[in-house]
């Protein structure tokens, strides 16, 4: 399948500090693009999508920037809560393939109290 | 409105043996998407069907099968069990008419195979 990697498989920031997840996707081609958040015993959520054709997306407290060049996509969170600790992945839709996703292996969040 | 719900939510199995998973999506959702999550492969797409036909199908052989019925409830199956299908399986629901049609993804059914 697609690779559709993280740089970073954990991380740790104190609460109410910034958080910024990073994810590298394969296909320059791809169109559409998505933040998941899936906490311990619970399916993915989730948080904020993309168009290939935007830069930048802001949701509450989340921003998504999109960088085609180097197919780098991050995820902004603003002001972190102890409720954000999860496992966040990115994930692409490659042309041609309909509704199909490829999901980053994930990183881990903690934050710390 | 209720979630997504899969049943049963953990199955321990032998190698060999089949299993059937099932799905109920989020009233008034015609697409299923069914994922399998571990944790050296992440999340893999498996297969999506859409008002009873499969319209999408990810790179598993042919073990891996599903069907939806008319009220968009879905199930899949996965047949002579190998250690290597021990996975979380997700399956999500969205209306399915455009791709930014927001996925909603059930708990998972955690599967073991021994």
């Known amino acids: 399948g697609e690779n559709v990697g993280l740089h970073l498989p954990t991380l740790s920031v104190q609460e109410g500090d910034n958080s910024i997840i990073n994810c590298a996707y394969s296909n320059s081609a791809s169109d559409y693009f998505i933040w998941y958040k899936q906490e311990s015993g619970k399916g993915p959520q989730f948080i904020i999508d993309?168009?290939?054709?935007?830069d930048k997306r802001q949701g509450q407290r989340v921003t998504v920037l999109l960088n085609k060049t180097v197919k780098h996509l991050s995820l902004q969170i603003a002001a972190t809560q102890p409720g954000d600790s999860a496992v966040y992945f990115c994930a692409e839709n490659p042309p041609n393939t309909g509704n199909q996703f490829y999901f980053g292996t994930g990183t881990s969040l903690t934050v710390i109290p | 409105k209720a979630g997504v719900t899969q049943t049963p939510r953990y199955l321990i199995k032998t190698r060999g043996q089949q299993v059937t998973l099932s799905c109920s999506p989020i009233?008034?959702?015609?697409?299923v998407s069914w994922y399998q999550q571990t944790p050296g492969q992440g999340l893999q797409f498996l297969f999506e069907?859409?008002?009873?036909?499969?319209?999408n199908k990810g790179n598993f052989p042919g073990r891996f099968s599903g069907r939806q019925f008319s009220n968009s409830r879905s199930e899949m199956n996965v047949s002579t069990l190998e250690l290597g299908d021990s996975a979380l399986y997700l399956c999500?629901?969205?209306?399915?008419?455009?791709?930014?049609?927001?996925?909603?993804f059930g708990p998972g059914t955690r599967l073991t195979v021994l």
């Open positions: 009233s008034g959702h015609r697409s």
């Open positions: 069907y859409f008002s009873e036909t499969q319209r």
């Open positions: 993309i168009r290939s054709n935007m």
């Open positions: 999500a629901s969205s209306f399915g008419t455009t791709l930014t049609d927001t996925q909603y």
